[in-house]
């Protein structure tokens, strides 16, 4: 299909946007840009067929171009493009929390509105810490992350992460207090290990340390990504999540699953939480909430967490708290519609049905040159590459571009290749993007 709907800028018009999380100059030599998305595939401003193997960027859980989310999208902008959810409300906002929350991990099911996903951890983090003050224990302000986490970036979100380029460059500019848990990807032990791997729960005793260290009575919550993506897909060892649940609990401790790109369906169920059977006190998701249609983000918060809120006089405002945009009407239209069209298809599930098909297809490139692990779950894949000697981030770099010449985006970080399909991937097209990727590792010194 020729898509030819949006003329590429001429390389002088390039200068203007400071692109986010992208090698400007190198991109501006040589653009990608894309034009056009229908189902599982991207077109270029000059016509060339891109298959989507990222969601975009794990967000387009239900495939592009959904008919029905553009629809009440616009149906939404002629009726009432914006209302303030501050003081007022207006019925959209009210039927897509109660949507959520049919949905939710048990009793997760008060749901705060923001726009992103480092608007919905920063909002978790507040609430952990006013919680806490609510019951009296305003002393309890620490967070712990871990290494290697990715929580947005946001000064809550860049500090909990644990991406040591998203934190460099901005010095001591860090919540205080902040410690973390080590991240639990370990080549050696449990290298191409087929969805969890054996090795690692006991990782989770780290936490004891750290507790042991700054007190219990000074913490307020421990946040993790179930599975972490943008550090490259690291997976929670079996076992992990529980202990570090019982931990939580042994020390009145919140424990808040970041669920940006784990949730609505990318490992099989809605959310991680529910595929772990582990429940957190907060859960943070965004991302495939709309689709990546409109931007927005949500906080799942346990009831327990809202009731305590709710005391005091009746007319006070019982959170400090909220943005502008909070369940904006036109947001709060395309997460509706993108829930209709999840149950419709029975996307929040499907990924359990291809997750076999999908981890024997990505193992098959174990064996290739330089491939040093493959790791898998629901519909998340990555491949990792070993680094070359003193040139970090460059093989990992050239197999992203080489892909995108060949038809096939994948998604990049230093030297592993990680892949999030949208939900509606058929056989033959995680047959196109192993055979791509393997062709292209198989070139790439
Ligand atoms: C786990 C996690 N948390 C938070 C974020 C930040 O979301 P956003 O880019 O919408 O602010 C992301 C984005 O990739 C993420 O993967």
Redesign the pocket.
């Known amino acids: 299909m020729n898509a030819q709907l949006t003329p590429a800028p001429a390389n002088a018009d390039l200068d203007a946007f400071w692109m986010p999380f992208t090698a400007n100059r190198q991109f501006k030599s040589n653009p990608r840009m894309l034009a056009r998305a229908e189902g599982m595939y991207y077109w270029t401003t000059d016509g060339r067929e891109i298959l989507d193997a990222v969601a975009g960027?794990?967000c387009v859980n239900a495939g592009h171009g959904r008919r029905e989310i553009t629809e009440a999208v616009t149906k939404q902008l002629s009726t009432m493009e914006y209302a303030p959810a501050f003081q007022m409300g207006h019925p959209i906002a009210f039927e897509l929390a109660n949507r959520l929350a049919k949905i939710a991990p048990p009793g997760l099911d008060r749901i705060f509105f923001t726009n992103?996903?480092?608007?919905?951890?920063d909002t978790a983090l507040k609430i952990a810490i006013a919680y806490h003050r609510a019951r009296g224990n305003g002393q309890r302000t620490r967070f712990i992350g871990r290494e290697k986490g990715?929580?947005?970036?946001g000064f809550g979100?860049m500090s909990v992460g644990g991406i040591v380029n998203n934190r460099k460059f901005f010095g001591p500019s860090m919540l205080p207090g902040v410690d973390h848990l080590p991240h639990t990807l370990s080549i050696e032990h449990n290298a191409f290990s087929r969805g969890l791997p054996q090795w690692g729960a006991h990782l989770a005793n780290e936490l004891e340390r750290l507790i042991a260290l700054h007190d219990a009575s000074t913490i307020a919550a421990v946040i993790v990504?179930p599975i972490?993506?943008?550090a490259g897909v690291i997976l929670p060892p079996i076992g992990y999540l529980k202990r570090l649940r019982e931990i939580c609990d042994k020390n009145d401790i919140l424990l808040i699953f970041?669920?940006?790109?784990t949730g609505f369906g990318r490992i099989g169920k809605p959310f991680a939480s529910l595929a772990f059977d582990v429940t957190p006190d907060l859960m943070?998701t965004?991302?495939g909430l709309t689709n990546g249609a409109i931007?927005m983000?949500a906080v799942f918060a346990h009831r327990k967490i809202y009731d305590t809120f709710m005391q005091g006089p009746e007319n006070a405002i019982e959170l400090f708290h909220g943005y502008t945009y909070s369940a904006h009407p036109v947001a709060c239209a395309a997460a509706l519609a993108t829930q209709d069209a999840y149950a419709k298809d029975g996307l929040l599930t499907r990924a359990a049905s291809l997750a076999a098909e999908w981890e024997n297809a990505v193992h098959s490139l174990r064996g290739l040159p330089h491939v040093i692990d493959v790791r898998n779950y629901g519909l998340i894949g990555a491949v990792e590459l070993e680094s070359r000697a003193g040139k970090p981030a460059t093989r990992g770099f050239e197999v992203f571009l080489k892909c995108f010449e060949r038809g096939v985006m994948v998604r990049q970080t230093g030297d592993t290749i990680a892949m999030s399909p949208p939900l509606i991937i058929e056989s033959k097209q995680i047959a196109r993007i192993v055979e791509t990727l393997g062709a292209v590792i198989r070139e790439t010194a």
């Open positions: 960027l794990w992103s996903g480092s608007e919905a951890v990715y929580h947005g970036v979100g990504e972490a993506g943008s970041d669920e940006v790109i943070t965004a991302k931007p983000g």
